[in-house]
């Protein structure tokens, strides 16, 4: 199988990567109360797995999915994850989205491809929840993507996700003191219907 550059970039990324503790999104740590005490999840291009490890531990069944497979290996060796319900996966998510209707909760932090979308909205399963947190257009701090095609627009998660049940939503701008409270990104948690 051809290796892709993309894969590439992060299999470089993440062999310098240092190993340490990670801590799960605002969207997940803040908005806990909302998921299921079981079924399944996953989290789509998991880096390290802190959403994924947080999830385990949550009681789900969860699978971590990242391009990168020196990611996948790292994960699949430490011990921070041993004995979790995880299953690991080295997949580009682009070439092989999730099945339909496969989860009931789905977490995407810091990765935005729109064209995924529709497919990660088909993978959960009714009442399924998405936890999405990312980068925005607007923003005080330097960091993120330099490129806006991976940063979303003012109010974009409400378009991408306003055919389901929004539960909770944080986007904050440059409105108000800007070295003070939630900015350059955005969240949301949702319910499909």
């Not at 998991?46 to 994960?75: H, K, P, Y």
């Not at 999730?98 to 009931?104: K, N």
């Not at 909205?121 to 999405?132: E, N, Q, V, W």
């Amino acid at each position: 199988m051809k290796i892709s550059d993309t894969q590439k970039k992060w299999d470089a990324i993440y062999q310098k990567a240092v190993d340490g503790e990670h801590s799960a999104v605002r969207v997940l740590l803040e908005n806990q109360h909302l998921l299921p005490d079981a079924g399944t999840a996953l989290e789509l291009a998991c880096g390290m797995a802190a959403n994924a490890r947080f999830l385990a531990q949550r009681g789900l069944s969860t699978t971590a999915w990242d391009i990168s497979e020196v990611v996948i290996e790292r994960l699949q060796a430490s011990p921070a994850m041993k004995g979790l319900a995880i299953t690991f996966e080295g997949r580009d998510i682009v070439q092989q989205p999730p099945e339909a209707a496969s989860y009931d909760v789905i977490v995407v932090s810091y990765f935005l491809d729109r064209s995924l979308i529709p497919l990660i909205k088909r993978a959960l399963k009714p009442s399924g929840l998405i936890f999405y947190q990312t980068f925005t257009q607007t923003y005080v701090n330097e960091g993120g993507p330099r490129s806006r095609d991976f940063r979303l627009a003012d109010n974009e998660l409400l378009q991408l996700f306003g055919d389901y049940q929004v539960l909770a939503y944080r986007e904050e701008g440059r409105v108000g003191e800007l070295q003070q409270g939630y900015r350059d990104e955005a969240w949301i948690v949702a319910q499909k219907p």
